[in-house]
């Protein structure tokens, strides 16, 4: 488990868990229906990687922020976004549905641990393939996550940006 955060850095952790959304919103209405499904190798296209975050927020983040928070050290289970990916067609959902229910569950997360003391950020649970984590540790990965999400997308709009221009010469 990670230290105590300072109240500088739970706000600057709650800003950037603020920013997601915002973040795929913008990417999701640059990109047209047909760009989102776009594959160029294995990697998630830009719509999967938000079914993938709406699943994850609320499958993952949303239960286990709950679930340490209501029971003492709880045993959390993994959750296997690729798995879900393939049995779920991600490729195929709606993606404006998908961007929506994920801005829905983030907010609600964040509702919650902006208003959680820094007693209740020390409460702990136990996650599948990683162990002993506090929310603070929870929060942390869920910024990580999203980084790494938010990276792929604004890497894809960019292929599909530099495509349009050469399509164009």
């Given at each position: ?17 603020e ?68 049995e ?26 902006k ?48 495509r ?6």
């Amino acid at each position: 488990m990670i230290n105590r955060m300072t109240a500088e850095d739970f706000r600057e952790v709650i800003h950037s868990l603020e920013q997601t959304p915002l973040a795929l919103a913008r990417v999701f209405n640059q990109l047209s229906p047909a760009d989102l499904k776009l594959k160029t190798s294995d990697d998630f296209s830009a719509l999967e990687n938000i079914c993938h975050l709406r699943d994850i927020e609320i499958e993952g983040y949303s239960e286990r922020i709950v679930r340490i928070l209501g029971e003492d050290n709880p045993s959390l289970a993994d959750v296997d976004g690729a798995r879900l990916a393939i049995e779920r067609n991600y490729n195929e959902a709606d993606g404006k549905t998908a961007l929506d229910a994920f801005c829905a569950a983030r907010g609600k997360n964040i509702d919650l641990l902006k208003n959680l003391s820094p007693e209740q950020l020390t409460r702990a649970g136990t996650l599948e393939g990683v162990g002993m984590i506090n929310l603070e540790t929870l929060m942390a990965m869920m910024v990580e996550h999203d980084q790494g999400h938010v990276a792929e997308l604004l890497a894809i709009r960019r292929r599909v940006q530099l495509r349009s221009e050469t399509a164009g010469f």
